[in-house]
């Protein structure tokens, strides 16, 4: 049975704080800007590598679906570590998991070093006697590019899995080092740094990349080091989780039941939450449609357009741009009562975004475009994590980011292995598979709209919270607070 000695009533609390929320008070968060510290550098790295990773295989292979292949290993690791990751993060110190992740992902990078260094040992040769129209032959030297591939497959999955671990347990921990007052601010200041990362980290990319893509992935590796040692100063200065004892599990048998258990609760703690469970539908089904635009990016960029690498870097840091103004607009309104109602609205413009990308190819209409989608992306990475953390007790927030990034993942896996198998037919244009994209987000939209506001959904967070949050505090599951120990957490 999981007890809780000290309940907190916070969902219920904001509503009746009169205490205002303070950007003072996170920027003074000692450990808080740590993480953030931690966070810029990660975002930063995998700008620099991710971008040099898909242009590195465009040119190996010139095929959209091993680029849509090179996405669905990266996202896969969120598919099926994400669930078991949010029960990790639920029962460890969040620290140390963000740690071991940190760290697998700087071995990864410097695999990335060390394949690149070696590529043209790793690629197989074969000569093609080839007969011209004139009668001469000549012998054509084939690369064929498989053991660099399925080597930055591995060295992929592998970071991405890495990934998958640490953000539910930087969102869980989050909660732990943050008044809940501020839960707006900090979310809408970490949205900033994200945008400054993007920002930052496409323009080196795009340098990088079109000077060498070694240069990228040591950059990166770099990054990795950097932010393994703002984790280890968060150890040192940061709050320490509640201890948790367990009940033994001597077998494993118990062990795999104690892990399905937490899972459980963990969704029914999503289904006792009417706004965490739309907000995971329409989600997912947005994702799977943007899937098109995650897929023929780059296709359309440099395949279409002819734009290279310091364009992408460009045209992604005016994304940023909008999205830093953004995010510094939400952070000075401090609190935002109808969430799920501005995600309703964000997504609506996304719908709009991809209409208009299926055929606009001038390179200031898709600036322009993707200024808006800035505004998009910042009022979704503000509100969304901020709802979760408002609904749901913290002892449970790992599972229910776990879950979030599991269900998205696989939304997300979907999309792009369909768009990856129509864009290798070659009468079917980007153009097309966009348009049906956008069409597909719009019936979702639309039955969004009317369902949540049917429902009340989209009506004020603080105070639709249900009573079946609150009893989840207090229902039964495997782990059990060590008695004697409160919650130290921010209230």
Do not use: C
């Amino acid at each position: 049975m999981e007890t809780t000695p000290e309940v907190e009533t916070t969902p219920l609390s904001v509503g009746v704080d009169s205490n205002q929320p303070s950007t003072i008070e996170v920027l003074k968060n000692a450990p808080f800007m740590l993480l953030l510290s931690a966070q810029f550098t990660q975002n930063i790295g995998a700008a620099v590598s991710w971008l040099a990773m898909q242009f590195l295989f465009f040119k190996l292979t010139g095929s959209p679906g091993i680029m849509g292949l090179l996405s669905i290993v990266f996202w896969l690791p969120y598919v099926i570590f994400t669930p078991f990751a949010g029960v990790l993060v639920d029962r460890y110190d969040q620290r140390k998991i963000m740690l071991y992740s940190n760290f697998l992902s700087f071995i990864a990078s410097v695999g990335f070093i060390i394949v690149y260094l070696f590529k043209d040992q790793l690629f197989l040769h074969e000569f093609v006697t080839v007969i011209t129209d004139s009668g001469n032959t000549i012998i054509q030297d084939v690369v064929n590019p498989i053991h660099v591939i399925w080597l930055m497959f591995v060295l992929t999955f592998i970071n991405s899995s890495a990934a998958s671990v640490f953000f539910p347990a930087r969102n869980a921990y989050t909660r732990l080092i943050v008044k809940k007052k501020n839960l707006l601010k900090a979310n809408s200041i970490a949205s900033t740094i994200y945008q400054v990362a993007t920002i930052v980290g496409y323009v080196l990319a795009g340098i990088l990349a079109g000077i060498s893509y070694l240069g990228s992935f040591i950059f990166d590796a770099s990054t990795f080091a950097f932010s393994l040692t703002m984790i280890i100063f968060l150890i040192l200065v940061g709050k320490k989780p509640p201890d948790v004892e367990r009940v033994e599990e001597h077998t494993f048998r118990a062990q795999l039941k104690g892990v399905y258990d937490d899972l459980v609760i963990g969704y029914r703690t999503i289904r006792n939450a009417p706004k965490i469970t739309y907000m995971l539908i329409v989600f997912a089904s947005a994702i799977f449609s943007f899937s098109a635009f995650n897929v023929l990016f780059i296709i359309i960029l440099q395949g279409e357009m002819g734009l290279n690498e310091t364009w992408y870097g460009i045209l992604q840091s005016v994304m940023g741009i909008s999205g830093i103004i953004t995010s510094l607009i939400l952070m000075s309104i401090g609190v935002i009562k109808k969430k799920i109602a501005m995600l309703n609205y964000s997504l609506v413009g996304a719908t709009l975004f991809l209409v208009f990308f299926a055929f606009v190819r001038n390179v200031w209409g898709i600036g322009a475009l993707l200024l808006v989608f800035g505004v998009v992306i910042a009022i979704i990475n503000v509100s969304a994590p901020t709802l979760i953390q408002e609904q749901i007790s913290y002892e449970k927030q790992g599972r229910v980011f776990g879950t979030q990034q599991m269900i998205q993942g696989v939304a997300r896996l979907v999309g792009m292995g369909i768009v990856s198998v129509i864009a290798e037919i070659d009468v079917v244009l980007p153009m097309y598979i966009l348009f049906v994209a956008a069409g597909l987000l719009a019936i979702i939209m639309i039955w969004g709209l009317i369902y949540s506001n049917r429902s009340g959904v989209s009506g004020e967070d603080y105070e639709e919270v249900s009573q079946e949050l609150i009893t989840t505090a207090t229902s039964s599951s495997i782990a059990q607070i060590t008695p004697g120990t409160s919650k130290t957490y921010e209230k």
